[in-house]
């Protein structure tokens, strides 16, 4: 499994970064996974499909902001929108059942929220990271 070793000077840059404003069209976007499966839909950055947003309430629910910050930059726990380019889905899972005890990460194998909305929660990160998804609160995509 790969490990993101960060720094003082790296976490201050990688905030700066993620504070800008990205502009998003207002077309949906979607990204694929391998299988050219959708992981995720986003419109205007903030409006998602409902397993993205089931995955966006399981991070806020379970505090994950304590440790990965609010715009999951980083605080005591990596930056997430770093760590989620390199990560597979496939170690993700591992990571959030198991956790990272001697990094402080507790698994959250006994969650039932966590068992039902992982897939959504690595789709809403990975969102995140790929600068499609803005930080704050989403809001499910209009079916009109």
Not at 30 to 40: N, P, V
Not at 88 to 103: D, P, S
């Amino acid at each position: 499994m790969r490990h993101i070793v960060g720094s003082l000077p790296l976490l201050a840059s990688l905030l700066a970064i993620s504070t800008g404003v990205c502009s998003e069209a207002a077309a949906p976007s979607s990204a694929t996974t391998e299988g050219d499966e959708a992981l995720y839909t986003v419109q205007d950055g903030n409006q998602v499909d409902e397993k993205t947003l089931n995955g966006w309430r399981t991070w806020r629910a379970l505090a994950c902001e304590r440790c990965h910050g609010a715009a999951q930059e980083g605080l005591v726990g990596p930056s997430l929108l770093e760590s989620l380019k390199y990560l597979t889905k496939e170690e993700f899972h591992e990571v959030m059942m198991n956790g990272r005890i001697e990094k402080g990460m507790p698994p959250f194998n006994t969650s039932q929220m966590m068992q039902k909305n992982w897939e959504g929660l690595y789709a809403y990160l990975k969102g995140r990271s790929d600068g499609k998804i803005k930080p704050g609160r989403l809001t499910a995509i209009d079916k009109q």
